[in-house]
Nanobody
Framework: QLHIVESGGGLVQPGGSLRLSCAASGFSLDNYVIGWWRQASGKERERVACMALSDGSLHYFESAKGRFTISRDNAKNTVYLQMDNVQPEDTGVYSC?????????????????????WGKGTLVTVSS
């Protein structure tokens, strides 16, 4: 069975850090694009960051630039999102999604709601 699971969410104070994990099972992420999304209560889901695991290329969307870092552990078939200097507006459910990279199109182009595999999400709450 193929699926991905996020973990690492929780309550963090403003200015703090959190590392989210996106672990895949049943398939290798080697030729996939992994995207991190988030959705705040009452708002639309938005793109956060992505990585193409075939070559390690990555992209950060505006909300993540300068504060978040996406990385991977091939041995664990896991992608991480390191969140630093988090702010209350970072509160939301963070989800990761995967899609097979069938062309050399850059990873932001793969970040659509039609990505193949989705986790259930992990809640991040930034509050003092």
């Amino acid at each position: 069975q193929l699926h991905i699971v996020e973990s690492g969410g929780g309550l963090v104070q403003p200015g703090g850090s959190l590392r989210l994990s996106c672990a895949a099972s049943g398939f290798s992420l080697d030729n996939y694009v992994i995207g991190w999304w988030r959705q705040a209560s009452g708002k639309e889901r938005e793109r956060v960051a992505c990585m193409a695991l075939s070559d390690g290329s990555l992209h950060y969307f505006e909300s993540a630039k300068g504060r978040f870092t996406i990385s991977r552990d091939n041995a664990k078939n896991t992608v991480y999102l390191q969140m630093d200097n988090v702010q209350p507006e970072d509160t939301g459910v963070y989800s990761c999604a995967a899609v097979y990279q069938s062309s050399e199109m850059l990873c932001p182009m793969w970040m659509t709601p039609t990505m193949t595999y989705w986790g259930k999400g992990t809640l991040v709450t930034v509050s003092s």
